[in-house]
């Protein structure tokens, strides 16, 4: 008798440990600064994972991710069906999509794949408003996420940030199939992401400028036009903790857009200013230039930053400083 009690024991708390949201997820990327932030999470928190890439493995993510995860080795512009496998052919209550830069690749998935996902998680971006319409000068909501009407001013708007145009596209794609009948999505869109793994070089840029300024014939300048100019951050421990939690996040959450950024909106004189002060480099002069194309990193968009207040109210977001992580995370 006592053994059988033990076994029921047992028996309820797997039971009630798969309950409490253990998920099988797909995702594309997932080894760059965001996705080897969010993988690390969901595997903190016993997800079962499975990464499809092109076989790249950034920074130290060759020992610390791909031995902890299954792997399908892919390339998204081509068609998914000339490397997908019987085994694939499996049901998942998620994607996470980290590297659908194109409306080819999303449409390209759903094919392959749908009715045999849960959610649709879209890592997309605040890159998405420099292709809408936005009438007003007040950091970005998500529903000024609306092109223009007038099809030449798209065009022209399209040309400017052919990335912005893309993300809005693979938006509308999936926004159009839940139309039909498809899969919940999830929007998550981010403005210029910093952490320590940032692959894109755009920090460490700006700090190695500093650093090496006194041998170099070159100045740190800014345009005179982003002096005053605010601008949005996120950091990337924030960003992976709001993708582990989309995987459980009730279906009244689904099928919206959310923004995620810092509280604070700094300037890049700010920026820089905060760097010369944890590297010790206060003595070096940054010039404001008339010529509004001289070379600078940040901002990435135009349209100012953006209002998290939909993430906060409806998500429980809650970001962390930018002056505890702004410098120091990628430092």
């Known amino acids: ?64 991710i791909k031995p902890r995860i299954k792997h399908l080795k892919c390339d998204r512009m081509k068609s998914l069906m000339d490397c997908w496998s019987a085994e694939q052919y499996d049901f998942y209550d998620a994607i996470v999509d980290f590297s659908g830069f194109d409306p080819y690749m999303i449409k390209d998935t759903l094919k392959l794949l749908q009715g045999r996902v849960g959610r649709y998680i879209y890592i997309s971006s605040d890159s998405v408003y420099e292709v809408c319409t936005k009438n007003h000068t007040r950091p970005t909501v998500e529903t000024d996420s609306v092109r223009p009407g007038d099809i030449p001013e798209q065009e022209i708007l399209n040309k400017k940030d052919d990335y912005g145009h893309r993300k809005f596209s693979g938006e509308e794609v999936l926004v159009e199939q839940r139309k039909q009948g498809g899969m919940p999505y999830f929007f998550i869109r981010l403005r210029d992401v910093i952490g320590s793994r940032d692959n894109t070089y755009r920090w460490w840029i700006y700090q190695a400028w500093l650093r090496l300024s006194p041998y170099l014939e070159t100045e740190i300048s800014i345009p005179k036009n982003l002096v005053n100019f605010p601008m949005s951050f996120v950091y990337v421990e924030d960003v992976a903790k709001i993708v582990s939690q989309s995987l459980n996040y009730d279906k009244d959450l689904l099928d919206e857009a959310y923004n995620f950024a810092f509280d604070e909106t700094p300037t890049l004189p700010e920026v820089l200013e905060m760097m010369k002060k944890y590297m010790e480099k206060q003595d070096i002069d940054i010039q404001v230039s008339d010529n509004e194309d001289v070379v600078h990193l940040f901002p990435s968009v135009t349209r100012g930053p953006i209002c998290c207040e939909k993430a906060k109210h409806k998500l429980g977001f809650k970001p962390t400083s930018f002056v505890r992580t702004g410098c120091k995370g990628n430092g």
Do not use: C, P, Q
């Open 1 to 64: 008798m006592g053994l059988l009690i033990s076994f029921i024991i047992l028996f309820s708390l797997v039971l009630w440990t798969n309950a409490g949201g253990v998920k099988k997820v797909l995702l594309f990327g997932g080894n760059g600064l965001i996705g080897a932030a969010s993988v690390n999470k969901m595997l903190e928190n016993g997800h079962d994972l499975t990464l499809v890439t092109r076989g790249n493995w950034y920074w130290d993510t060759d020992d610390t």
